[in-house]
């Protein structure tokens, strides 16, 4: 086995843990299954195939949380990815150094029943119900890893920043256009009860996908999106993280 030093994660290093799948309780398993079945209904409608593939593909199940080395397993078999227990949010450079080397970093906490419909932090549901189908598409999960090699050589938080607008308006919020209709596939929609039903109900403005323009778009982290971009293929990815990288060492 390759020691982290090998594998590239230092910074990352302390914030690496392993999944404590037994101290999960029954109502936690109950709640994991009442979210899923609320997302995955409206997900049927309204994800784009690759991601609904990648749910099938990861064993994801409806009825009990992740058991993570499990759907690593599948992952790392299809895509090469692996994901990666983390204790919670991690700093950027911590974050970039996981991305670059293919391992995705998995909170493993779920949200209370309280907070159903919203956590300020990610939690197993933005991660592994949101997030991880993606990576088993393997254009989509190539671009994660340029992108996080990118960003670890990318020296200022100002340029850093506006990578970031990058990340967030295709892994986090990215819409696809795909046999005529809108789809979903970033993590903070697919994920979110309210940010789908306000895309789908004609609450926010579909932009068609420029680097440009999303470099130039701001993020505000606590409030409902009024406009997301939509790609096309998947096949864009990989050359607007390349783009953006010219783009913004260039500026
Ligand atoms: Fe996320």
């Known amino acids: 086995?390759?020691?982290?030093?090998?594998?590239?994660?230092?910074?990352?290093?302390?914030?690496?843990?392993?999944?404590?799948?037994?101290?999960?309780?029954?109502?936690?398993?109950?709640?994991?299954?009442?979210?899923?079945?609320?997302?995955?209904?409206?997900?049927?409608?309204?994800?784009?195939?690759?991601?609904?593939?990648?749910?099938?593909?990861?064993?994801?199940?409806?009825?009990?949380?992740?058991?993570?080395?499990?759907?690593?397993?599948?992952?790392?078999?299809?895509?090469?990815?692996?994901?990666?227990?983390?204790?919670?949010?991690?700093?950027?450079?911590?974050?970039?150094?996981?991305?670059?080397?293919?391992?995705?970093?998995?909170?493993?906490?779920?949200?209370?029943?309280?907070?159903?419909?919203?956590t300020p932090e990610p939690d197993i549901l933005h991660d592994a119900l949101g997030h991880l189908p993606m990576f088993a598409e393997q254009r989509f999960a190539d671009a994660v890893a340029e992108y996080g090699r990118v960003c670890c050589e990318i020296e200022g938080e100002e340029k850093l920043e506006r990578m970031g607008r990058l990340y967030w308006y295709t892994f986090e919020f990215g819409l696809i256009r795909q046999d005529g209709k809108v789809k979903v596939y970033g993590s903070g929609v697919a994920s979110s009860q309210e940010e789908c039903t306000n895309v789908l109900t004609g609450g926010c403005e579909i932009c068609d996908f420029t680097v440009e323009a999303v470099l130039n778009a701001t993020v505000k982290v606590d409030e409902i999106h009024k406009r997301l971009f939509a790609i096309t293929s998947f096949a864009e990815i990989m050359g607007a993280v390349r783009e953006a990288r010219e783009l913004v060492e260039a500026s």
């Open 1 to 118: 086995m390759r020691s982290l030093e090998e594998s590239g994660l230092i910074a990352a290093k302390p914030f690496l843990i392993e999944q404590d799948y037994a101290r999960y309780s029954a109502e936690q398993h109950g709640l994991w299954s009442e979210l899923v079945a609320r997302r995955m209904a409206q997900l049927q409608q309204c994800a784009c195939r690759e991601y609904l593939e990648g749910w099938e593909a990861l064993g994801l199940e409806r009825e009990r949380l992740p058991r993570l080395a499990e759907v690593s397993t599948r992952l790392e078999a299809r895509t090469g990815w692996k994901v990666q227990p983390v204790s919670g949010f991690m700093p950027s450079r911590a974050f970039f150094e996981m991305l670059g080397a293919k391992r995705f970093p998995t909170t493993t906490w779920l949200r209370s029943r309280e907070s159903m419909d919203y």
